[in-house]
């Protein structure tokens, strides 16, 4: 009989909802949205087909009533812009498509709880900017890009050094220095790969 109690608050768990979490379909949307992106940076066409495919999956198993509403509807507008990219074969448009579905996905995550602070995948979303800028031939992109890098890395940085992260905060900081320094576009490609780089290093550390 003692045991009853205790089984029952074990059942009450059991039943407390998980809205803290973020569904699972919200990360495979983020995963299939990069890997689409680096497929059509890279011209690989059967893999960024194959990717839509995924991504199209993980977008209909999305929860109704995801919040915002307006970036969830964003999020859809994206996606029906995407068959039409990869049939042309259109490099800059679906990378630009696929990494606005990232952003939507970051706006998406905001209510649920996660260790990885907010400003690490929006740095992974900016490197990608980067790189969209290169592809697209427009300086703009990459100043708007390195702008918001720094910005973003000087909200996060001071939790980093907190955290004894030493190795990370430094090889960052160095790139986003030079980021605001180079004037070669080819300069600006390497840099965006190795701050990509740091931030999944980082995103795995910190999970």
Known sequence: MRLLPYIFILAQIATIPTADRRPLALSEVDDAAR???ESARDSKWMEAEAQLRTLRDAVEDLPAGLQ????????????RELPDTVAQRDRVRTMEAANAITQSVIGLSTRFQTRVPAQIPTLAYLGRQLELGIAAQQPALIARATADIRQTWNELRPQLEHAGHVADV???TDIVVSLESTTQVADVGLLARSELDVVSHLEAELK
Do not use: E, H
Not at 71 to 77: C, D, H
């Open 35 to 37: 890997y689409l992106f």
């Open 68 to 79: 915002p509403a307006d970036v969830a509807s964003a999020l859809r507008g994206r996606m």
């Open 170 to 172: 430094r090889r960052m």
